[in-house]
């Protein structure tokens, strides 16, 4: 086992390779976009320790090979972690190699690099959050050996697209356009920390995160709606995406309303701004990510078509 703050282009492309095999095997991506950005990207030059992938603050890697060097597992540590301060992990095993202890290694080596003990002794903590995409039935069993407990959520929803959604109901004054790179980052930057301020990943967005986002090969602005007023001022927003491959779909990305504006139906009309968008793409299926107990926005996403589906669970230590 081995750690790393970068990884060489060489494994990358082996994890990728990993990945692929893991989301063909389970029918589910194991890690969070994220992670795939932070294996992508680089440091400024000037801040780099080594030329290599990934190599950003708060960004570690780690490696499990084989003996003959074939890679067996893999896992990110996000040391830096969520807007409580808690470090946040994804791992994956490949298929071929379940069931032999590579996860328990690679668990052991998370523990050990946020200097936990390998058993949970006394009173649960909070230091480190583990995620389970899909909620795999053998990352279950490996929390409760190591002794993490359920700690979150996070519900994936999906409804079918069709071409006659309803038109959307834009509060008095409210028009709707489309995003603006170079003009309009700072200010969908504010409403995002003003209407995720509750959340521990989403909050966090910054300028500089949201022009990286630009450079995906997904990204198109026409499909990143902004609600605004009759001055212009940014009162929501709906960030779709949507995914190529064998199965092609929609996503409510990121949808966001500015608290002085909730409770007004903006977040509705923004929702069907964006399904109406996708469906224009020729898509049938769109999917959405929600906290398991935001009893409200569940609500509402039901009454538009989205039923659960999968779950996403976090374990924490």
Known sequence: MTWRNGLSAGTVAEVDALLDAATAADGAAPVSDQ?????????????????????????????????GGELAGYAFLDTEGDSEGRAVAELVVHPEHRGAGVGSELVRALLERMGLPVTQEGEPGDTLRVWSHSGHPAAARLAARFGFREA????????????????????????????????????????????????????????????????????DPAGFL????????????HWTKVHQGDQPHGEVYV???????????????????????????????????VEGDNGAAIRVYEKLGFTHRETDVQFSR
């Open 226 to 237: 902004l609600a605004v007023d009759g001055e212009g001022r940014v009162l929501g927003f």
């Open 35 to 67: 992670v795939l950005r932070r294996l992508r990207e680089r440091s400024p030059a000037a801040e780099q320790v080594e030329r290599v992938q990934g190599d950003l603050a708060g960004s570690e890697h780690f490696v499990a090979r084989l003996a």
């Open 255 to 289: 949808l966001g309303v500015h608290p002085e504006a909730q409770g007004t139906g903006l977040g509705t009309a923004l929702t069907l701004a964006g399904l109406r968008h996708l469906a224009g793409q020729g898509l049938d299926d769109v999917l959405l990510y």
């Open 152 to 219: 979150r959520q996070l519900w994936r929803m999906w409804a079918k697209l069709s071409p006659t959604l309803p038109e959307p109901r834009w509060p008095e004054g409210v028009g709707v356009r489309s995003f603006v790179p170079g003009r309009d980052e700072e200010e969908v930057v504010e409403v995002n920390r003003l209407a995720f301020a509750w959340h521990p990943e989403q909050g966090s967005l910054s300028v500089a995160d949201l022009r990286r986002q630009q450079e995906e090969a997904w990204f």
